[in-house]
């Protein structure tokens, strides 16, 4: 992966309280973190009216190949892909869950 995707699972993790529910993403007071986790997932600078939830979701299953029948499999497979993500990763500071360390 990535710096910028395994940036983009970190900060999913943060803006969700670290369950990685994509729906804690949602309403217009959290546009600007969908805005900044899509900007990572894509390597660039992303405007919120193009980071919607489906758009992240979208990206995410894309990066992910999390299988799935239906969208809520999908979603709890996407859960799980990115917990398991978060345990392999050495945050510089666990307790503020901080930036990658180099």
């Known amino acids: 992966m990535k710096p910028n995707e ?4 970190r900060l999913l993790g943060v803006y ?14 959290r546009a600007a973190h969908r805005s900044h986790v899509m900007s990572e997932l894509c390597g660039k600078r992303m405007p ?7 758009a992240i979701k979208e990206a995410l299953y894309k990066l992910s190949g999390v299988p799935g029948n239906c969208e809520a499999e999908q979603q709890d497979n996407l859960r799980e892909w990115c917990k398991q ?14 930036r990658l360390q180099s």
């Open 48 to 54: 919120q009216s193009k980071s919607g939830i489906t």
């Open 16 to 29: 969700t309280g670290r369950s990685f529910k994509l729906y804690h993403l949602t309403g217009n007071a």
């Open 6 to 9: 395994l940036e983009a699972v």
């Open 85 to 98: 993500i978060e345990s392999e990763q050495k945050w510089v500071d666990s307790n503020t869950y901080g």
